[in-house]
């Protein structure tokens, strides 16, 4: 969270004051030779560009961040792109407007597309750029010298934009367009900006000058913050960084760890105090490549992590696409639904399973390195035979490296619930399961039938509606009297005025964003078990959203 002030950055408008005339066909005045050599020359100087911002980037957020500006350097050689350019050219356009013709269908065509690959046209639109401001001698806006205390906003931003961003300086921004999931987000991240991405046409209405607080765990914004916002991003802003373990009042554990969605954001949750890593995703091993990783690949990988939190524990989810997680050499089809489609365990136990069986092996070697606990997590498990499948071909791959004589050990094997099945079969589940790990952000999804993407249900998208609390509780219940211990990785772990409830729900780990993990250790230190279970009663026998959060409120007072 931050609070500052707004100040509006609009490149697009900067290029439509350029002054470039329109060329509807062709031109006789521009030499097609001099032209060519103009865009080369642009070309060449870009590249030089990106060169150096990707080594920059490299050293500020780390090099699998970096790699997102390696690819606008292959983009510059792309040849549809060239063609297209030297097609314009030829026709007898100036340099600049072939640039920009060139760039637009293949700027289209990655908006129609669904997911990640639909903000592939922000790459597009930046390398775009970089070539037409060369072109035309025009600076960029020098965002890395903003005013101490901005909140920027704009319409977009770009991978280069957002690496030029300074957290000493920059409180926060905001973006008309964009996801969870787009570069700008993933570098605001790793650089931990506070920012909001996608709140649509209504951010025109904030003029610049106003004060903003924008929150971005809970993706919202507020303007002209009263007192009690200011003093609550203030507050977390001062909260002190532990190390140790955090221990209730009355003197339970509770283990709070972090979700990490890179290797470069393990440093972070290390820095913050994390007891150990709740959710390794692992999806970026996948990602922006023409094939999968290796098994020797995966297996550093996660030996890393472990490496990290040598007395701790790492809960590595194996590979979860489909639905909003699109990855391009799988092939995946094109669904009506695909958030009810073949995603996750469904895809691991049928079309991917040789992939599952190298992330399996992989997850077994590291596990072997005598260094941490390593827990493997499957995903998006609606069904026992789901899940015994799984577990049958886990005890595979251990008996096949057994054989072997390669080096490993046996990890734990836990199940992730976010679907209304797993949670209402929780019980089953924990007698086949070493742990189970209840992802909100999915289960509020299915128990409420809102697509959590969907701008218009948004509002039915709360994890504090009973029916979400309720599959919570009988998650938890589930467990009870097994060896499995139950832990939540979705983002109501990492709401610090919720941590009582959540307690009081009977959970034994919270796992959450790094940045929120120093407020929730200290909301754990300030609670009794007693209370805290008789404000989860109380929650859970609420009729409605607006019960639930009023109890929530005042149990906040009270303890103040």
Not at 16 to 23: A, I, M, V
Request: glycine share 10%; aromatic share 4%.
């Amino acid at each position: 969270m931050g609070i500052g002030t707004a100040r509006w950055y609009r490149p697009d408008a900067d290029l439509e004051l350029l002054g470039l005339e329109d060329e509807s066909g062709s031109d006789s005045e521009h030499d097609p030779g001099a032209e060519r050599e103009r865009f080369e020359r642009a070309r060449e100087q870009a590249r030089e560009d990106l060169e150096g911002e990707r080594d920059r980037a490299r050293e500020r957020i780390g090099e699998e961040e970096s790699e997102i500006l390696g690819a606008h350097i292959q983009f510059l050689g792309d040849p549809q792109i060239e063609s297209g350019i030297s097609e314009g050219i030829k026709e007898g356009h100036g340099a600049e407007h072939a640039v920009q013709r060139a760039f637009e269908d293949p700027i289209s065509q990655f908006e129609g597309m669904d997911g990640r690959m639909a903000e592939r046209a922000d790459d597009l639109r930046d390398v775009r750029d970089r070539l037409l401001r060369v072109l035309l001698n025009r600076e960029r806006t020098d965002l890395g010298s903003l005013p101490e205390g901005t909140v920027l906003l704009a319409d977009r931003l770009t991978p280069s934009d957002t690496v030029q961003l300074d957290p000493e300086q920059v409180r926060g921004f905001v973006t008309a367009t964009g996801g969870r999931t787009s570069h700008a987000a993933i570098f605001a991240r790793s650089l931990a900006i506070p920012a909001v991405v996608g709140v649509g046409d209504a951010l025109a209405e904030i003029e610049a000058g106003e004060e903003i607080a924008v929150d971005g765990e809970g993706e919202r914004i507020v303007v002209s913050p009263e007192a009690a916002t200011r003093e609550r991003v203030e507050g977390r802003e001062a909260v002190e960084i532990r190390s140790e373990r955090a221990k209730t009042a009355d003197g339970e554990e509770i283990e709070i760890v972090a979700n990490v969605g890179r290797p470069t954001e393990v440093g972070g949750a290390l820095d913050r105090g994390a007891d150990g890593i709740g959710l390794y995703r692992t999806e970026f091993l996948f990602l922006d490549r023409d094939a999968p990783p290796g098994e020797d690949e995966q297996r550093e990988t996660y030996a890393d992590a472990l490496d990290a939190f040598p007395e701790g524990r790492v809960v590595v989810r194996t590979l979860d696409v489909g639905g909003d997680k699109p990855i391009p050499y799988l092939d995946l089809p094109e669904e009506e639904n695909p958030f009810l489609g073949e995603r996750g365990i469904r895809r691991s136990l049928d079309p991917d399973s040789q992939l599952f069986e190298t992330q399996l092996r992989a997850l077994c070697r590291a596990a072997g390195s005598d260094k941490g606990e390593l827990c493997v997590m499957v995903p998006l498990v609606a069904a026992i035979e789901e899940f015994e499948d799984a577990r049958k071909r886990f005890e595979a791959v251990l008996a096949d490296l057994d054989r072997k004589g390669v080096e490993h050990a046996r990890p734990a094997f836990g199940v992730m619930i976010e679907t209304p099945a797993a949670a209402l079969m929780a019980e089953e589940l924990a007698d086949r399961a070493d742990f189970l790990s209840i992802g909100t952000n999915d289960l509020t999804q299915y128990v409420m039938a809102a697509d959590r993407g969907n701008g218009r249900v948004a509002g039915l998208h709360d994890s504090q509606y009973p029916a979400v609390l309720r599959a919570i509780r009988h998650t938890v219940e589930g467990a009870r009297g097994t060896d499995a211990w139950v832990g939540m990785c979705g983002e109501m772990a990492g709401d610090p005025a919720l941590t009582e409830l959540l307690v009081g729900l009977g959970l034994d780990e919270l796992s959450t964003s790094a940045v929120t993990i120093p407020e929730v250790k200290a909301e754990v230190e300030e609670i009794d078990r007693e209370r805290a279970r008789d404000l989860a009663e109380r929650a859970l026998g609420a009729s409605t959203r607006a019960e639930v959060s009023d109890i929530v409120t005042r149990s906040e007072v009270q303890n103040t």
